[in-house]
């Protein structure tokens, strides 16, 4: 009887959606916000309401309901809410939604992981000089697939072509969406209903859904593996060849590294056996690097001459790690590979190479030919600081947070390493400097999640329970920002 009269009391608080409507707050959002949206969401809004209602009536009330997902005002019903208030907090709920839903889900973010090609973080950042001609060719019209010297259809992948002819030594290219594309269009074109031969050690998964068998599978050739996990011997591929045999592939085992008792058969060794049983070669090389980095100190990883100089025949990598440019997938070929079996595969239709792309691998590419590449491309960069130059920054990046700090947070620098990433040099690292944030009147988790929340995002690392940002891939010219944003979260805790 009394539940009765409560649940009739609540659900008089709520509000009629006209009545919603007609308010001048949502009025004015309705200036620039079409109404089928705005009658969504105080729909919404509503709903929410009536189940915080039905949660006070049964005596469970909660955070759930209205206050759900991370909205910030919790709404409290209780005897004394009024019809006022229930809706105030109706217009409210509506507002904070639709300004969420305005707001852009794929924004920056600053990278203190020290991780430089960072997948999750978007790979490589890009060149001044790519984003410049990404811009160009944006605003209006391009000649993206015509001639202008001849007045006539032209191609879309000529504007690189001969750029990476000539950087890479290569007799032939085909550029296309991404590294996966264009090992699948390669397997595709050059071994359909064909055996591939490949190492059991180098059958990778590489960021979770490219896996070399599932590819193998999809492209229609036939995977014959050898060897075992750690070791495969050149007799291994060689007991495997048969006349159905279209292709022997080498992986680049990118994400991990077999150590210990282990062995695998050079690209050398590889190219001399399918030289001696007119068998090409394919290498998919993930990660190809035109410039020599062992001059930063870091070995293991060949220069895509060096591969090409092997005589394999052919080599697939992405344009978005070491290269330094756009997610893109390049193909090239040398020793009597017919490309034209890549290029009029439809495969190559649907997995062609957008003109922001294109733009952005053009430029990306044409720096290469000059002297100053490494100070341009934003990768080359950062694998190029010198541990003298992280150690001032960080220094100097210390006393800028200290004087916003407030003894919020215990503040220090210290040495740490840095890692490549995506997927080259698995086993290396960079030292680097580090700020070292650790528990004061703020938490490590409290900092992380601030950090992230914030505009632009914030993204560090937690080791050995403290907050730590990476100095090598934050960009210089982002420090000042990021000092601020420490700034507004410092207070904002402060005064929590
Ligand atoms: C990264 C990688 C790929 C996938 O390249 P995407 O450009 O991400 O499509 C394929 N093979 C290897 C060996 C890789 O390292």
């Known amino acids: 009887m009394i539940d009765a009269v409560r649940k009739g009391q609540n659900l008089r608080l709520v509000p009629s959606v006209d009545k919603v409507l007609n308010t001048p707050e949502i009025k004015e959002a309705l200036n620039h916000t079409p109404r089928w949206l705005i009658l969504k969401i105080v729909r919404e809004a509503l709903d929410e309401f009536r189940i915080s209602v039905s949660q006070v009536r049964s005596g469970c009330h909660s955070q759930k309901g209205i206050g759900k997902k991370g909205s910030s005002g919790n709404l409290h019903i209780t005897s004394s809410t009024t019809q006022e208030d229930a809706l105030r907090m109706i ?52 000649n993206l697939e015509y001639d202008l010297s001849e007045g006539k259809r032209g191609k879309r992948t000529s504007h690189v072509h001969g750029l990476v002819l ?41 960021g979770g859904s490219f896996r070399i068998p599932d590819v193998m599978k999809k492209s229609g050739a036939i995977m014959r593996e050898v060897g075992t996990t750690n070791r495969t011997h050149i007799s291994d591929y060689e007991n495997a060849v048969s006349e159905n045999t279209g292709l022997l592939l080498k992986v680049h085992t990118s994400n991990y590294k077999i150590t210990g008792f282990s062995s695998d058969v050079s690209l050398k060794d590889l190219v001399d056996l399918g030289s001696k049983c007119r068998i090409p070669v394919m290498m998919d090389l993930g990660s190809g690097n035109l410039t020599d980095i062992s001059i930063f100190g870091l070995k293991g990883e060949p220069t895509i001459h060096e591969i090409l100089s092997t005589g394999v025949n052919v080599v697939t990598f992405s344009g978005d790690k070491l290269l330094g440019g756009p997610q893109a997938g390049i193909i090239l070929s040398q020793g009597g590979i017919d490309m034209s079996v890549v290029r009029i595969n439809p495969l190559a239709r649907a997995l062609r190479i957008d003109k922001l792309t294109l733009a952005a691998l053009e430029a990306t ?8 590449y490494a100070s341009s491309n934003p990768v080359m960069k950062m694998i190029g600081i010198s541990i003298d130059d992280l150690k001032s920054r960080a220094q100097k990046c210390l006393s800028m947070f200290e004087e916003v700090n407030k003894g919020m947070m215990i503040l220090s620098t210290r040495e740490d390493e840095s890692s490549v990433g995506g997927g080259a040099l698995p086993s290396e690292s960079l030292p680097t400097f580090v700020i070292v944030f650790k528990r004061g009147r703020i938490s490590v988790e409290e900092l992380d999640r601030a950090f992230r929340g914030s505009s632009p995002a914030v993204v560090g690392r937690i080791k050995d329970g403290a907050y730590i940002l990476d100095l090598r891939t934050i960009m210089e010219d982002d420090i000042p920002l990021l000092i601020n944003l420490y700034e507004k979260i410092v207070e904002y805790m402060g005064v929590q």
Do not use: M, W
């Open 91 to 142: 217009i409210n709920r509506a507002l904070e939604r639709n300004a969420s839903i305005q707001t852009n889900s794929l924004r920056r973010v600053i990278n203190g992981t020290g991780v430089i090609i960072h997948t999750n973080l978007g790979r490589a950042p890009l060149s001044p000089e790519a984003i410049s001609l990404i811009n160009e060719v944006a605003q209006g019209y391009s």
């Open 166 to 206: 000539r950087l890479t030594g290569a007799e032939d290219a085909f550029v296309v969406n991404n590294n996966a594309g264009a090992v699948l269009l390669a397997l595709n074109s050059l071994a359909e209903g064909k055996e591939v031969i490949v190492s059991r050690g180098e059958l990778v998964e590489i």
């Open 365 to 372: 590419l044409r720096l290469y030919q000059r002297n100053d």
